[in-house]
Structures are given as C-alpha cells and as structure tokens.
T-cell receptor, first 110, second 115 residues
Framework: GQQLNQSPQSMFIQEGEDVSMNCTSSSIFNTWLWYKQDPGEGPVLLIALYKAGELTSNGRLTAQFGITRKDSFLNISASIPSDVGIYFCAGQLRDDKIIFGKGTRLHILP | NAGVTQTPKFRVLKTGQSMTLLCAQDMNHEYMYWYRQDPGMGLRLIHYSVGEGTTAKGEVPDGYNVSRLKKQNFLLGLESAAPSQTSVYFC??????????????FGQGTRLTVV
C-alpha cells in the first residue's frame, strides 16, 4: 500500500532555532497538506500545497511541494514555545484518498 | 461554524461491550474518514466513505463497522470491544475534487479505553 515516510520522528530544539521536517514517498501525490496537533486536540491544517514546485508560507511556516510530486518539506523559523506539538504531513492520491505520515513530535527546550 | 463534531469525547468500555461513535459535519463534504491514533503510530485509516450510502475499508478495518446513511453523518461501530481498540479516534471530512478544497478537516477526537 501507499506510505508516507515522515522524518524526523521527534526533535528537541532550543527556542529561537529553525526547524525542518519532511515527508517522502514512492507514490505521486496531487496535494500535500501539513497539520499540527496540540495535546488533546485534533490536527489543524497549517498549509495546503496543490502544485508541484509550489512554495507557500504561513507566517513563520514555509512548505514546499516537491517537483517530483513525491515529497514535501515544512520549515518553521525562529521557533517559539507554542510551536510544541506533533506535525503531520498528508498527501492526496489520484483516487482522492488522503494518507498521513506518522508525525514529527517537536519539543522546545527552555 | 461547527465543522466536524465527534461524540462522545471520552468513553470507557468493558471488553466485549459494543458502542457507536458519531461524527457529524456541516460542510457538505463528500468524503468522510475514521482514523485511530496510537502512540508512535501516527494516524491510521480505519474506514472511509466517498459519499452517502458508500463505505470502504482503510488500513486497519478489522473489528470495526461503519455506516453513512446521511451525507453529514459517519458512524463508527465496535461490536465487541477489545483492549487493543484502546485509542484516540478521529473523524475527518474533505471535498473529493482534485485541486478544489481538498483539505481534510478533523474533529477533536474520542478517547476510548477498553478495560
């Protein structure tokens, strides 16, 4: 079946540092989505990407849709304490199904 | 603007009991999904529906049944709960058309414990 490989699984960084995470697959996706999940909550959409090569920003967050349509990355600049949480990538396949990566857990050290 | 609403939010079941989780969306979405989230496993798709009256198996369908009698509702049933079904369950919905609002929107989750 189709799989998304999300890395890293977890990150420990200092406040103020930049963060980078990515998702790769052997499948081709029509859409890439990046979500954040706070403790006790459902995932909330951060950025949606619809075209290969597309680079989109949302405040301190930047995400790109890989040119091969098989990968995507998310960067967070100048991290702050409220960035703590689990970040998920998700891709939409040609048959419209959406599949999720296993998440990157972000920890910020004081 | 309710979005996706799940009920109940918490539930404790005894092994062998049955229950139904309800998901309701008010965005007129065609697609609806049930996921379970376990530590270190991310989100795994249980079942999904591409429209009213249709359902399909996802990655981990065993032990669950679903129904989509109305477009806005997607029910997840556990006929005989097992401890392995202890998890957080998330419902989501999305439009189906490529390039047109294809984001999935999530409910807040149902935390189920089977003892």
């Amino acid at each position: 079946g189709q799989q998304l490989n999300q890395s890293p699984q977890s990150m420990f960084i200092q406040e103020g540092e930049d963060v980078s995470m990515n998702c790769t697959s052997s499948s081709i996706f029509n859409t890439w989505l990046w979500y954040k999940q706070d403790p006790g909550e459902g995932p909330v959409l951060l950025i949606a990407l619809y075209k290969a090569g597309e680079l989109t920003s949302n405040g301190r967050l930047t995400a790109q849709f890989g040119i091969t349509r098989k990968d995507s990355f998310l960067n967070i600049s100048a991290s702050i304490p409220s960035d703590v949480g689990i970040y998920f990538c998700a891709g939409q396949l040609r048959d419209d199904k959406i599949i999720f990566g296993k998440g990157t857990r972000l920890h910020i050290l004081p | 603007n309710a979005g996706v609403t799940q009920t109940p939010k918490f539930r404790v079941l005894k092994t062998g009991q049955s229950m139904t989780l309800l998901c309701a969306q008010d965005m007129n979405h065609e697609y609806m999904y049930w996921y379970r989230q376990d530590p270190g496993m991310g989100l795994r798709l249980i079942h999904y529906s591409v429209g009213e009256g249709t359902t399909a198996k996802g990655e981990v369908p065993d032990g669950y049944n679903v129904s989509r009698l109305k477009k806005q509702n997607f029910l997840l049933g556990l006929e005989s709960a097992a401890p392995s079904q202890t998890s957080v369950y998330f419902c989501a919905s999305s439009y189906s058309r490529y390039g047109m609002n294809t984001e999935a929107f999530f409910g807040q989750g149902t935390r189920l414990t089977v003892v």
